[in-house]
């Protein structure tokens, strides 16, 4: 009878596609927000994350999370390398710049100076150039969404295309130039700002209006002891805050979720999508067995048994759901594929995520399914007879 | 009531003894409702139905026709007396076991067809077979078989919107049919055919489905198909009033 129950069910194809789109708009709703939510929360931590080589960072005590630059004075990195446990720290200067292009135009960039000597805090991967031609004199390197998106060459005339910037292209910071030695790969940032990458000593020329330069010490911890217990020990020896990275990711995470709307408005939209598809699937499902319940009453009059019966709409409702929601997350995958080329925030489609709305999907389908076998099992055989 | 049993029993009125009988009822009562509000459907029925009999259950509207082929079928449980179908009280049978009863041992031919519109002719005919655990292709095939001697050669991939309501019957009589059930109920077979279609689905119906293991209870208004009865059993406010032999 699953043959029949399927048949049925593609039979009425308006109904059919109506409940295809609401599971499919469901599920959309419900990667897609989640997901979205997701790559945002990574990326108010993502410039720790591509950072990766020391697991401390040190800062000023009243820094809340990783975007909120309260510069330093250079003689606190002295200070912080002379407390027990540090193999060894560097500074790293993390602040904006405006960057002017060929036609004139400011771009805002993020502007990373990396310690002179190790250049530790660099990008890890490089699209093109090398991490050490930082060393070449006014030298630069820019992330390769920047490169190809904001700070691309503007258009010679109106219509083209804007060039992406390539090794060997100058840029103008602050009245200084900056000559483009690499192109590297880097996490999208929340502010989604291009990055750019030099020495610390050339980010204080570049930045030079700005009195303390030094944004965070990036700490090695010695490996003989907890980091944390070093962290908290580069507290107490210096007022500054010393978080490891990861609780460092943490309160910048915990910094977004408490200090804005973010959760509850993404979190809104999940139940509105939940509460829509369970709406519309349901409804659109429960009609189309009540549309068929005479037929279910034939069934049963001809002997189909309850467990029969229960089969059959719980195929088809598994079914659309199947569909329904492969569609929407098929949808979500290629919105999240072309979004990721984009400068804005990626889609980040988890396991975990993709299981999670999957359960929900589900759980909307026998929701429906369950309301439907209701009605079909208290319905009286004896109908058939009724013209 | 006590009228209507002596009739129904008489020897005259049946075709064999009680033991043989595929449909006996006796003093089968039915209501539906309770209290001020209740309807007394069945008041008393008595009824023999022997294989190889095709017999009509005639009467106005709300006579209890229907509840009564109800419960002959095993859809309907009577409050009162007793229903056996070869021998077989379904009653008494849990619900599974007259299902699957029902399944295996009975075919319907209803008055609204009540085909399922995106199936084929021979898939409609087939669901008996399904039903029963046969696997499509085979139940297909045996439907196409059955439709053929309907005269639906060469419509078996039809749909039911592609087909007369003359043409629909006889899908619904071959889905009656296709499990080679012992009994067979109509409700109303011809009402929705013009007379000519509805005389041929009769005689195919009566052709095919009256043999010596199988009995045909036809519940009708329609005057113009009487002649196919064997015996006619007219009914009133719930009873058989009487029992006519068409042999």
């Known amino acids: 009878m699953n043959s029949i129950a399927l048949k049925m069910l593609f039979g009425d194809r308006g109904k059919y596609l109506g409940i295809i789109t609401g599971i499919t708009l469901a599920s959309i709703l419900m990667i897609q927000q989640p997901g979205m939510l997701v790559s945002i929360f990574t990326m108010t931590y993502s410039f720790i994350t591509d950072v990766s080589l020391p697991n401390i960072w040190v800062m000023d005590a009243k820094v809340q999370q990783i975007d909120d630059s309260k510069p330093l004075l250079d003689t606190q990195l002295y200070r912080v390398r002379g407390v027990r446990g540090v193999e060894w720290a560097v500074p790293l200067y993390k602040g904006s710049q405006k960057v002017r292009l060929s036609n004139g135009e400011t771009v805002m960039s993020n502007l990373l100076g990396l310690d002179d000597a190790t250049l530790i805090g660099g990008p890890a991967v490089m699209i093109e150039g090398k991490l050490s031609d930082l060393r070449i004199p006014d030298s630069v390197i820019v992330d390769e969404a920047g490169a190809n998106g904001r700070l691309a060459k503007p258009a010679a005339a109106p219509g083209e295309r804007a060039t992406p910037l390539k090794v060997g292209d100058v840029l103008e910071l602050n009245e200084k130039r900056a000559l483009v030695v690499g192109i590297a790969r880097a996490q999208k940032t929340f502010q989604s700002q291009p990055i750019i990458y030099t020495t610390y000593t050339r980010a204080k020329v570049y930045a030079n209006s700005e009195r303390k330069m030094l944004t965070y010490i990036l700490v090695k911890a010695k490996d003989n002891e907890p980091r944390e217990t070093i962290a908290r020990r580069i507290t107490q020896n210096t007022r500054l805050a010393a978080w490891t990275a990861e609780e460092f990711k943490k309160k910048s995470l915990d910094y977004m979720i408490y200090n804005t709307s973010i959760i509850i408005n993404f979190g809104f939209v999940v139940l509105v999508g939940f509460v829509i598809g369970a709406a519309v699937t349901g409804q659109i499902f429960y009609n189309f067995t009540l549309d068929n319940l005479r037929y279910f009453a034939v069934f049963k009059a001809m002997g189909a048994t309850d467990q029969t019966l229960r089969k059959m709409i719980l195929l088809q409702a598994v079914l659309v759901g199947f569909v329904g929601y492969g569609i929407g997350a098929g949808a979500t995958a290629s919105f999240a594929a072309i979004m990721g080329n984009s400068n804005g925030p990626s889609i980040n489609l988890s396991w975990q995520l993709l299981l999670a709305s999957g359960c929900a999907i589900l759980l909307i389908v026998l929701m429906s399914a369950l309301f439907c076998i209701r009605k079909v099992l208290k319905l009286e055989a004896a109908v058939v007879f009724k013209g | ?247």
Do not use: W
């Not at chain 2, 009822?25 to 095709?54: F, M, N, W």
């Not at chain 2, 008494?92 to 008055?111: A, C, D, N, S, T």
């Not at chain 2, 009708?220 to 198909?225: G, K, N, Y």
């Open chain 2, 1 to 247: 009531m006590e009228q209507q049993r002596e009739v129904a029993t008489r020897p005259s009125m049946t075709t064999g003894g009680p033991k043989d009988a595929a449909v006996l009822c006796r003093g089968v009562i039915k209501s539906y409702g309770s209290g001020e509000t209740q309807v007394k459907a069945l008041r008393g029925v008595d009824l023999e139905v022997h294989p190889g009999e095709l017999l009509m259950l005639v009467g106005p509207s709300g006579c209890g026709k229907t509840t009564l082929i109800s419960v002959v079928a095993g859809i309907l449980d009577q409050d009162d007396g007793e229903c056996l179908l070869f021998g077989q009280n379904l009653s008494r049978l849990p619900q599974h076991e007259r299902v699957r009863y029902r399944g295996e041992h009975i075919g319907f031919v209803f008055q609204a067809f009540n085909l399922i519109p995106s199936l084929t002719a021979a898939e409609n005919a087939a669901i008996p077979l399904l039903i029963n655990g046969i696997p499509m292709e085979e139940a297909v095939t045996r439907a196409a078989l059955l439709l053929a001697s309907v005269g639906l050669e060469g419509r078996e991939h039809a749909l039911p919107s592609q087909l007369s309501g003359g043409q629909q019957q006889r899908v619904a009589v071959a889905r009656a049919l296709v499990h080679s059930p012992r009994l067979v109920v109509c409700d109303e077979p011809t009402s929705a055919l013009d007379q000519v279609t509805g005389i041929r689905v009769m005689e195919g119906l009566k052709k095919l489905a009256v043999n010596d293991d199988r009995a045909l209870v036809i519940v009708t208004h329609d005057a113009r198909i009487f002649s196919f009865a064997d015996r006619i059993a007219h009914m009133n406010d719930g009873a058989i009033e009487r029992i006519e032999n068409k042999r």
